[in-house]
């Protein structure tokens, strides 16, 4: 039986049965030696290819529209921190851009831009972030909280992805039944 596709996250975390006779057992790639069973979360599979990339996109736009807005706030979290969040909000726009119109794996190119948005924010509790008590408004405290979240929720979703619980497209879990 021939794959659609051999580098899919997927087949390299076990989910293909191939090389078993007929493909009738499964192969007990995952099970440590001494266990009866993989772990929990190798049981959890989602396959929704299309929702899934688009989901991640989704959360890259929200980085890199909330660092927009965060730069366009007057309220510098510390210094030179307009032109890095810039930054991460062009880079945010072209992996959007790529991710909509075409169909490469970019997921690991958003890495950077969830893991410099993190750092923006860590630098920005050492400088002087947009918080309520240092004079920013309330809408800007939130969209800086949300560089926070949307950029936690970003490496959660990478994890699951690189991890085989979750399958984007073009990419999917070669389900046998």
Known sequence: MAMEDENSPALRAGVDFRGTPNA???????????NKRAPFLRYIRINLPRTTRLLLVAVIAVIGGA???????????????????????????????LGLLTSVRIWKWGLPIALSSLLIYLGGLLGNAP?????ASVVAA??????????????????????????????????LD
Not at 74 to 81: K, L, N, S, W
């Open 142 to 175: 939130a969209i800086w909280n949300l560089t926070l979240l949307a950029s936690l929720a970003y490496l959660v979703l990478s994890w699951a992805l690189h991890y085989g619980m979750i399958v984007a497209a073009p990419d999917n879990q070669h389900f």
């Open 131 to 135: 918080y309520v008590w240092n004079g």
């Open 24 to 34: 009738t057992r499964p192969v007990l790639e995952h099970i440590t030696p001494g």
């Open 67 to 97: 660092s927009a807005s965060v730069a366009l706030s007057g309220h510098e979290p510390f210094q030179y921190a307009n032109q890095t969040l810039w930054s991460v909000c062009g880079a945010a726009a072209l992996f959007v851009a």
